[in-house]
């Protein structure tokens, strides 16, 4: 039982960041504070991927001359990572445009917390 | 042209239009309509194209570079990608042309950026139906949802608050998905779909393959607004303008169904999802509630466009129904009610857009029998639509509701079908109360004499869209047989039934 923990601690590791970072984004009431969970979860997901290509007595994925091309249990999986790539710059184009929302209800409502806005949108609502 | 290529051709066409317009519109903002408009009709002649060209010679692969899968990502141009992406381009066409005048109503400084962020996201929506390989489609979800942020945010006062929302619910829809491909990238090493079909047969006992399909369909049904899960819907489809709401409503729910069908029963089979684990069934029985619920909350709602939003939810409900009973006939009015929701959503999303144009304000409580002497064309054509909405022959609602209700007589699922009739009626409630406004008041012959109402039409850009989605309806509906034995047939994948 104890090897299974320690044996899949990056899994554990990235479990809770995901939960922290979900936890983030549906219970905290500052706007901002939901786009950091929103970050922490999907740098979990880069954390899983990255995990998943792992090998035991691997190298880093560049040709070394001494092990040779033939082996592949020698290297680390590199596509995770490429794909990883992909993905942070998709959360920092997601990143940015929420921070843009944000800004344009702060102008518009001059608060974040989420529980005054749904007030100040019912009284809208109400005089409408 | 050449003929394996034609897959990849939409989306580029969508993705260069969409880096194009800030630069040509850069100082001319009116040149940013037609642009788009133009890109637009190439994709619709081009969705033709592909679908005869798919139903003469079967599925066109194109890979990307040339290098093949599972290496390389390809574009896969089946049946049921081809008919998918002809529904969309002919429905974003329409809607792009009621799309000027409302826009230049609403938000006339806007329109440079509004139509680059309108190609983005149909690039992301042909993208995800057209595409082989599993992470691809997650770039292409992300493409069409950061663009519908964008569109969703450049509405009235409350629209940021509601694209917010929604940003927040589509991205951890998003990461689910991508969590679902990163376990099943574990169990099979590759992320091409027609290869991990080839694998999965030998490892579907692995908790990995599990973990990730249900990852990935959770992620899916927050995308399509599946009833647990649809909680971004209404507000920001009724705070977004209406040229996005038009756009968004008949399309963009109906991609995350496309891909729930497309991994459900393309690539792990029916067998396994149905009766190796009850995922079907699961579904099913939320898409049950969700038809239930949608149509009471729709009874509810003043403002029209929110009405519809619930209304959505039910529809999708139907979709969500027709997979959970994984039968041929149920995929087949799944599929159909894909087409035929997307038309009646258009049609009734752009009457809404008519209403807020011409008398300002699309609130139920406000409507009056004047509109029908007013707007004689918009209001019949939502009476077709709203006909179709509630089931009656021949028009196209009634013939999707007919195949799932034979799907579930197939399966003896005795409460489903209770569950479409009951949906009926309660459509018949929420659109006739409005018909009844509209249409039935008694004649006050005092008041017609003393009320002279001018009678004033919407634009011709605004109607003719209108008019040819209503008569759409109803042919389409005639011609049902046609289309279901033509196409849908073909897309049915084998080992079902």
Redesign the interface.
Known sequence: MFDFFLGHYAYWFMFALMTLGLWGMIFKKNLVKKLIGMTIFQVSIIIFYIATSSKWGATVPVLDPAIGATDTSKYINPLPHTLMLTAIVVGVATIGVAFALVISIYKRYRTLDESILSEKLKKEDDTE | MTLSNTPALIPLIFLGTAALIPIIASRKNWIAFPFSLLASLISVFISIYNILLVLQKGSVRYFFGGWAPPIGIEYVLDPFSAFIVLVINSIAFLVLIHSKRVVENEHPDRRTPYYAVVMLMLCGFNGIVLTGDF?NL??FL?ISS?AL??MI?IGE??S??A??RY??MG??GA?FY??GT?FL??ATGSLNMADIKMILPNIYQEHTVIVGLILMVIGMAIKMAMFPLHGWLPDSYTYAPSSTAALVAPTGTKIGAYVIIRILFFIFGVSFVSKMLPLTQVLGWLAAIGIIYGSIMAIAQKEMKRMLAYSSIAQVGYIGLGIGLANPLGLIGAVLHVMNHALMKACLFLVAGNFRTKLGHSNINRFTDSIRKQMPWTTAAFAVASLSMVGLPPTVGFFSKWYLALGTIKNSNWIFLAVILISSLLNAVYFFRILEKIYLRPPDAEKDRTEKIKKSEAYPSMLVPTIILAIAILVIGLLNAFIVKGIIQKIIPGGMG
Request: glycine share 8%; aromatic share 20%; hydrophobic share 60%.
């Open positions: 992470f997650y770039v992300e950061l942020y964008g945010a006062k409350k940021p608050i694209a917010f940003l927040i991205t951890i990461s991508l969590l990163g990238f574990m």
